[in-house]
């Protein structure tokens, strides 16, 4: 299948620049994967489309306050975007004005407290970095960084804790898992209550995610690789949900990537971590996954060839051109999809 296969018109004022007031009020659209079937309700409408018996799989993924503005002892502004951390303070970096920071370059930021060097060039245009620093480097992070919102953002976010899950825990991503930013603690109380099981996996999201595929044929395309783990608890409860004929929903692609990467030909699964470059598209046959949460995604981007993969390129391209005529809002702010198999789902109420 050629890139351009998977691609859709989108107005440029449908992509959301910031989050609602309320995390569970933005827009849930269903798609029936073998039908192409939409239907049209809020996100907080969710519970109706769930059964006793059903897993949710969260990404509890934390974001890294990642974007550190500084300056060089010239005076001169710059940036410094952390990617992986290397060990003994070293990172791999994306840095600006790239031909300002050579090997060499001194970075200072804030009044002080943290300082950088920079060790080598390396691919991609990328740097390593070593900081300079006393006390703790996270908590100097939360206060120094900024959150590294995707290039399609330009507003700046008030709460850095609004691109966040509120299940967030494992502090690694240099972006959110924003299929998880609609839940509330009480959204999640309530599925909880009715007998449906929730249980985390952790992936790091890496910026690769918004890296366009520039292959003609999807199948030359070279995917990201991100760091990933899963418990033995949640393999055993993912194990237990499908042996009892329960639905394994996975809240956003990076979840859904993580157990379709760590699970067994016959769809099993026990505790593992590592690194992932699983790239799903048309023709992939799914192991585990049942059904998807997850946000609109980028025109001719791996994460609309994962979704087509689950409901197929028809329905799903279908679809996007329903929430374009209809107004939803796009991208890692914006409103959601739930895609499953509702031949056997109650009217909802």
Same mark, same amino acid.
């Given at each position: ?8 018109? *989108?107005?440029?004022?449908?992509? =959301? ?11 849930? #659209?269903?798609?029936?994967? &073998? ?8 996100? &907080? ?20 306050? =990642? ?12 940036? !410094? ?5 290397? %060990? ?27 300082? =950088? ?17 006393? +006390? ?15 290039? &399609?953002?330009? $507003? ?11 299940? /967030?825990?494992?502090? +690694? /991503? ?16 309530? !599925? ?13 999201? %890496? ?23 899963? /418990? ?18 996975? !809240? ?14 016959? +769809?099993?699964?026990? $505790?593992? /971590? %590592? ?28 994460? !609309? #060839? *994962? ?12 679809? &996007?051109?329903? $929430? ?11 409103? @959601?999809?739930?895609? =499953? ?5 109650? @009217?909802?109420?």
């Amino acid at each position: 299948m050629k890139t351009s296969d998977f691609d859709y018109e *989108l107005p440029e004022e449908l992509i =959301a620049q910031t989050p609602l007031e309320r995390r569970d009020s933005s827009r849930l #659209m269903t798609l029936d994967k &073998y039908t192409g079937e939409t239907g049209h309700w809020h996100f &907080y409408d969710l519970p109706r489309f769930l059964r006793p018996g059903d897993c949710l799989v969260l990404n509890d993924s934390r974001v890294l306050p =990642a974007r550190l503005i500084g300056h060089r002892p010239t005076g001169g502004a710059c940036e !410094v975007l952390l990617l992986v951390d290397r %060990g003994d303070n070293l990172w791999e970096c994306l840095v600006r004005p790239g031909r300002k920071l050579h090997p060499g370059a001194q970075v200072i930021f804030g009044e002080g407290q943290l300082t =950088a060097t920079v060790e080598e060039e390396i691919e991609d245009g990328k740097r390593l970095v070593r900081f300079h620093y006393q +006390g703790i480097f996270l908590e100097i992070l939360e206060q120094l960084g900024k959150m590294p919102l995707p290039p &399609y953002i330009k $507003a700046e976010l008030e709460d850095n804790e609004r691109y966040q899950t509120v299940y /967030s825990k494992v502090v +690694g /991503s240099a972006a959110a898992p924003t299929a998880g930013l609609h839940f509330t603690p009480e959204l999640l109380k309530q !599925v909880q209550d009715m007998g449906v099981k929730v249980c985390c996996v952790t992936l790091h999201v %890496g910026l690769g995610t918004f890296r366009p595929v520039k292959a003609e044929d999807i199948q030359d395309h070279t995917m990201h690789s991100e760091f990933c783990m899963i /418990s033995q608890e949640t393999a055993d409860q993912i194990n237990q949900t499908k042996r009892e004929g329960g639905r394994v929903i996975c !809240v956003g692609t990076t979840s859904c990537r993580t157990i379709e990467s760590f699970a067994a030909e016959d +769809g099993t699964l026990t $505790a593992r /971590s %590592g690194w992932t470059s699983i790239f799903i598209h048309p023709g992939y046959r799914f192991k585990v996954l049942d059904a998807l949460i997850t946000n609109f995604h980028l025109p001719q981007s791996t994460l !609309v #060839m *994962l979704v087509s993969a689950l409901a197929g390129r028809e329905h799903v391209l279908s679809a &996007y051109a329903q $929430a374009v005529q209809e107004r939803y809002r796009f991208f890692s702010f914006g409103d @959601a999809m739930l895609i =499953a198999d509702f031949s056997q789902q109650k @009217a909802p109420i």
